[in-house]
């Protein structure tokens, strides 16, 4: 399988080669040439195989040819070891046809790790092939960070650079990602906001002679091996509730469109899926644009579900991609326009074609906070927020009779104690893996925000591996 740049601007690589690029050189976001069939049969037969099994079938067709597949199978086994329940991501009815499906049973706790742990040892044995060495560079405000150091810590081939805004995570999140003392993990404490982190890394990126020399890379949500891993989940879920003989809906509670997306491709390949329900915070650009057409950036305000405040749904454009029938120059237009005037105009067509699948709904903190405490009530299950955004607007939904609804739990709710404590009155438990989180030691730097301070010591990580 070739992969080409919803941009139609940059050159038609491998799984290999999109593996570690990330970003297209044109600006896109690489897909595959062709979408696979997946056929009934195997859909069947997924119902009873475990998890890692159905990920090797449902991924092969994307990756055949860059990798033999019984590594592949052995690579994929060894990612979902860490995860901590025997199914992998469990499906829990809540009853009425609604159930959760929970992917946060990996190392940190949150849905991130269904793609990176996989990634993470993609990018090992591709760099070891290669015999080459990469310095990953990220920002995070909380779950990203801490996801992607548990996948890169301990190889050999990587050093990973993850920025955070000082005293502006939570305990939780910062223990997580500083209590990992691995000789190639280097966190570092930013005096300042999480844009300044991001913008750091940014100017890091657009300083070539540097990132050349470093060779600094991404395992941001734009690279198509995550979207890969996730798709997995949606195939799965599905066909344990009877696809390809019974239609299954989903709810997704999503900021940068990533995990949705991966919920499009599965329908794409044949999966009966009738609606993708996307759940947003006060950060409601998604819910905009399928209610108007309009896709428009606005401030970001902070929420209780800190991982979808994000005003821009990079991942969108694969979507836009395909609605538009594979027209990168069009896609490129309208992506230099959304970038220059902050907004674009989709038009009815587009936003027709769109709604036969999509449907979204913005769910306030308030909101956010009655879901977990009547979920809690109804059925016992705590939720964290991020979930409860996905089962406010799976409530809000014209469900069809019928259809059993299926709600993405993107955190456990352990890593957000506030907001749960706010809602049902007393803190969830960390897991015992992280019992000691709190005592553990922590490592880190604290730099001011300052690009020169922070390249010395990117380069100097880079230099001491
Ligand atoms: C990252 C994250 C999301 C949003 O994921 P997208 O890739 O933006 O769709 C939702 N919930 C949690 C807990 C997350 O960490």
Not at 72 to 96: K, M, N, S
Not at 123 to 128: A, G, H, K, N, V
Request: with cysteine; hydrophobic share 45%.
């Amino acid at each position: 399988m070739k992969y080409v740049s919803t941009r139609s601007g940059a050159p038609v690589l491998t799984f290999d080669d999109v593996l570690l690029t990330g970003l297209a050189r044109d600006g896109g976001l690489y897909v595959p040439d062709a979408w696979p069939v997946l056929s009934s049969e195997r859909m069947r037969a997924f119902a009873s195989m475990s998890y890692p099994d159905v990920a090797v079938e449902v991924m092969w067709p994307f990756v055949e040819g860059t990798i033999e597949r019984d590594e592949f199978a052995e690579i994929v086994d060894r990612a979902y070891a860490t995860f901590r329940h025997p199914d992998v991501v469990p499906l829990v009815a809540l009853g009425d046809g609604v159930f959760l499906l929970e992917l946060f049973h990996g190392p940190t706790l949150a849905f991130k790790d269904v793609a990176l742990q996989l990634v993470g040892h993609l990018f090992d044995r591709e760099l070891q092939r290669r015999e080459a060495r990469l310095t990953i560079v990220g920002a995070t405000s909380g779950d990203t960070g801490s996801a992607a150091i548990e996948a890169c810590r301990d190889r050999s081939t990587l050093e990973i650079v993850m920025l955070h805004p000082a005293g502006r995570v939570s305990e939780v999140q910062r223990r997580q990602m500083t209590t990992v003392l691995s000789p190639n993990v280097h966190n570092v404490a930013i005096d300042g906001t999480f844009d300044d982190c991001q913008d750091l890394v940014k100017a890091m990126f657009n300083d070539i002679p540097f990132r050349d020399r470093y060779h600094l890379s991404a395992v941001n949500s734009i690279n198509w091996a995550r979207i890969l891993a996730q798709v997995v989940y949606y195939v799965k879920a599905a066909a344990e509730l009877g696809a390809p003989d019974r239609p299954v809906s989903f709810t997704v509670p999503t900021g940068n469109f990533g995990n949705v997306f991966a919920g499009w491709v599965a329908r794409r390949i044949g999966v009966p899926i009738r609606s993708l329900v996307v759940g947003s915070n006060r950060n409601d650009i998604l819910p905009r644009f399928f209610r108007t057409g309009v896709m428009e950036m606005r401030g970001v305000v902070p929420t209780t579900s800190p991982s979808m405040d994000i005003q821009v749904s990079s991942n969108f454009e694969r979507l836009l991609f395909e609605l538009c029938g594979r027209d990168g120059g069009l896609v490129r237009e309208v992506m230099a326009q959304f970038r220059e005037e902050g907004r674009v105009d989709l038009g009815p067509d587009l936003l027709g074609a769109s709604k036969e699948v999509f449907d979204a709904h913005r769910i306030d903190d308030d909101a956010v906070q009655r879901v977990i405490e009547a979920t809690y009530r109804r059925t016992g299950v705590l939720v964290d927020p991020h979930t409860a955004v996905g089962l406010g607007a799976a409530a809000l939904h014209q469900a069809e009779p019928g259809v059993p609804m299926i709600c993405l739990a993107t955190a456990d709710p352990a890593k957000f104690p506030d907001a749960v404590e706010a809602a049902v009155g007393f803190r969830p438990e960390l897991p015992p893996h992280l019992a000691d989180l709190f005592d553990r030691p922590e490592r880190m730097v604290t730099l001011p925000n300052d690009l020169e301070r922070v390249e010395v010591l990117v380069a100097s990580t880079t230099m001491a591996g």
